[in-house]
Structure formats: structure tokens, C-alpha cells
């Protein structure tokens, strides 16, 4: 089966820098995103990965290794709006768009 | 960046009532259009997928019948729901994705529906 796990909660300080992971398990690989998403309100696109490495936009950056199923997201100077649900999805073999369940990020000033 | 337009935002109606929503991909060809469900504090749950000219893809579990979706042009899909019942309440989002599989989804706003 296709499975996308990341961490269910997590919490972090105002300023400081938080990791969320992403691993999956999908039958093919055709590209990996990210995803935030506001308690209430629909989702924004983050970032794609589909070649191995680190793609950063800004205070964000987003890691792949293929070979290991892994991805991360790095959130860096971490502000109180950065309070959000963030979703890995990655799209399989025939492009369909499997999503992870979401890492709830709570910013603590 | 690419821009979704969902519409309505939000809508209350009595039970046994039919709601349509609009999709609309404003700046860009939606080649396929997708929709969603949401509960509160859950994940999003695909309901159905379709592309341009063609029959919507449902995922299982979700009644056709119940959820027409029509994609009749590159730039709007509709999803009605059909006499409408309590359950159905829920936060509705679609979203759209141009050619190539490197192309994200873009979300619209979404609708949250409550049936009275």
C-alpha cells in the first residue's frame, strides 16, 4: 500500500528553527510537495522537490533523498503565523496526489 | 501565481435542499480539477478527480450520485450536492492543476457547507 508518515504535532519557539520530517512509501515517484494549511482555511502551495537535495525559498527550505523515501521541511526565524497545519503529499507512478495526514505546528512565543 | 476561485464561501440551507459549487482556475487551463472534503481537525479527503471533457473519478465510498461533479470547461468544474442532509456538513475545497506532472495543486478558498 501508499503510505506518507509524518509527526502528528509538534511545537516550537517564536524565532527559532523547527523541522518537520516526511517519509512515504509509494509505488513510483514523480515529485514531492509541501503544503501549509491554517486552521479553516484551504491549502497554500509550499514548495516541490523531485530531484535529491535542498530547495529553499525564503524562510523555508525543503530537503529530498529519494533513495531513503525522506523529505524534510525547515522552517527558519519561525514567526507566530507560522502556526499551521503543514502536509507532505507526493505524487506516485501514475500522478495521483497521496497526502500525509499533516504535522500540526504550534509557535509558542 | 496561479489563482483558484471557489465560490460560495460559505453556505446554510435547510436539508433536502441541492448546493452547487463553483470552481474556477482564473489565470491559468485547469486540465484536471479536484475535489475535497474536510472534517474539522482531519486530514483532506479526496472525493473526486476530474479532467476537462470527461466522466469524474470517485473515490470509493463516495456517491456519484449524491456528488455530481461537471468539468465542462478548462476553467471551471462544479460540484453539486444533491438533496443535502446534516452529514454532508462539512468543509468542501477544490483545486486545480495545469499540464505536467510537476505542477502543483492550486486550492481554492473553500466552502464550508452547513446543512440545518
Known amino acids: 500500500g501508499q503510505n506518507i508518515d509524518q509527526p502528528t504535532e509538534m511545537t516550537a519557539t517564536e524565532g527559532a528553527i523547527v523541522q518537520i520530517n516526511c517519509t512515504y512509501q509509494?509505488?513510483?515517484?514523480?515529485?514531492l510537495f509541501w503544503y501549509q494549511q491554517h486552521a479553516g482555511e484551504a491549502p497554500t502551495f509550499l514548495s516541490y522537490?523531485?530531484l535529491d537535495g535542498l530547495e529553499e525559498k525564503g524562510r523555508f527550505s525543503s530537503f529530498l533523498s529519494r533513495s531513503k523515501g525522506y523529505s524534510y521541511l525547515l522552517l527558519k526565524e519561525l514567526q507566530m503565523k507560522d502556526s499551521a497545519s503543514y502536509l507532505c503529499?507526493?505524487?506516485?507512478?501514475?500522478?495521483?496526489?497521496?497526502w500525509g495526514a499533516g504535522t500540526k505546528l504550534i509557535i509558542k512565543p | 501565481g496561479a489563482v483558484v476561485s471557489q465560490h460560495p464561501s460559505w453556505v446554510i440551507c435547510k436539508s433536502g435542499t441541492s448546493v452547487k459549487i463553483e470552481c474556477r482556475s482564473l489565470?491559468?487551463?485547469?486540465?484536471?480539477m479536484f475535489w475535497y472534503r474536510q472534517f474539522p481537525k482531519q486530514s483532506l479527503m479526496l472525493m473526486a478527480t476530474?479532467?476537462?471533457?470527461?466522466?469524474?473519478?470517485?473515490e470509493q465510498g463516495v456517491e456519484k450520485d449524491k456528488f455530481l461533479i461537471n468539468h465542462a470547461s478548462l476553467t471551471l468544474s462544479t460540484l453539486t450536492v444533491t438533496s443535502a442532509h446534516p452529514e454532508d456538513s462539512s468543509f468542501y475545497i477544490c483545486?486545480?492543476?495545469?499540464?505536467?506532472?510537476?505542477?502543483?495543486?492550486?486550492f481554492g478558498d473553500g466552502t464550508r457547507l452547513s446543512i440545518l
Open positions: 476530474s479532467n476537462e471533457g470527461s466522466k469524474a473519478t470517485y
Open positions: 522537490n523531485v
Open positions: 483545486s486545480a492543476t495545469g499540464q505536467g506532472g510537476s505542477q502543483p495543486q492550486h
Open positions: 489565470d491559468f487551463q485547469a486540465t484536471t
Open positions: 503529499a507526493v505524487k506516485d507512478s501514475n500522478y495521483q496526489l497521496i
Open positions: 509509494t509505488s513510483g515517484f514523480n515529485g
